[in-house]
């Protein structure tokens, strides 16, 4: 009887240390060398009312490296014998934002590694509970650059090109319309968990526009452009040359064409001559007869034997 007694005494205490351990649904983003906070917050069981968290202990862990300790707060101070090296001097939890049962992890100078699942666990004399948190690390690239790659008499090849972005981004071509344009697969090299990422285009010169690239990733975008004047001033060097040699090649041509009429004709142009068969072809092929009067003989140096 005693013993239930003691039990409906103790059950209101017990009751009244319940907790839930609240979090964020989506992943916390944060960008690489920042400092990000990964929300966590103790509130009675009908999940409204914050409660005091003072006298509990917080601990945080990651999931992902088998529950290694990141940081830990007990007793009223920091408990970080057990801390992996990695987050030695970089966490701490709000003490004084304890008792409105703020029990959220500062986390500074953010690396790629320390992406992954955290664990926000609260123990008290009687009851504990945990939420865990996804944390997502970016790391914003350089400008994107294009340039003319290459050219010849009909297309002009384009790149696009930029470096050290984590996670891998998107690489997309557009015109000056915004329209979204067909190119080559995006090229990705990784070099120490940072992304360069490189895609070509190829125009015609009836295309040529002012294009855009954009590199985008997550909740990041960077745009590159190239005009189609600059274009224009990259390729004319190639049109000029072809001009010099069109006009180069026209002139051999016509120098050989003089050298050959002056070599089979020595003695220069001259009026034709119409030869005695020639005549005779005249008359008798080309000519009806009642028309031999028409031929007007002052057009020709005639030979006396061709008259």
């Not at 666990?121 to 948190?133: L, P």
Request: proline content about 4%; charged content about 20%; some cysteine.
């Amino acid at each position: 009887m005693q013993c239930v007694w003691v039990m409906v005494l103790l059950l209101p205490a017990a009751l009244s240390q319940k907790f839930k351990v609240v979090g964020p649904d989506a992943p916390v983003v944060s960008v690489s060398g920042s400092v990000v906070v990964l929300p966590c917050s103790v509130r009675q069981w009908d999940g409204q009312t914050s409660m005091n968290a003072e006298d509990m202990t917080v601990t945080w862990s990651r999931l992902d490296l088998r529950d290694s300790v990141v940081h830990q707060y007990g007793n009223h101070k920091d408990l970080n014998t057990d801390q992996i090296s990695q987050y030695r001097g970089r966490t701490s939890v709000f003490e004084e934002e304890l008792q409105r049962g703020n029990t959220s992890l500062s986390l500074s100078n953010i690396r790629i590694s320390d992406e992954g699942l955290y664990s926000c666990t609260v123990d008290s004399k009687y009851w504990n509970d945990k939420r865990s948190v996804d944390l997502r690390v970016e790391v914003i690239g350089s400008q994107p650059v294009v340039t003319v790659e290459s050219y010849d008499s009909e297309t002009v090849s384009l790149l696009c090109k930029s470096e050290g972005w984590y996670p891998e981004p998107a690489l997309q071509w557009m015109n000056s319309r915004g329209v979204n344009l067909t190119a080559e697969e995006t090229e990705t090299q990784r070099v120490a968990d940072l992304y360069t990422v490189k895609r070509h285009m190829t125009v015609k010169y009836s295309d040529i526009d002012t294009f855009f690239c954009r590199v985008t990733q997550r909740h990041s975008e960077k745009e590159g452009d190239i005009t189609a004047a600059a274009i224009y001033d990259l390729v004319a060097p190639f049109w000029k040359l072809i001009a010099i040699s069109v006009s180069v090649l026209l002139l051999v041509v016509l120098v050989a064409l003089s050298g050959f009429i002056i070599y089979n004709c020595p003695e220069g142009l001259q009026e034709p001559v119409l030869s005695p068969a020639q005549w005779t072809r005249v008359q008798f092929t080309l000519l009806p007869e009642e028309e031999l009067d028409q031929v007007d003989l002052r057009k020709y140096d005639l030979l006396e034997e061709g008259f």
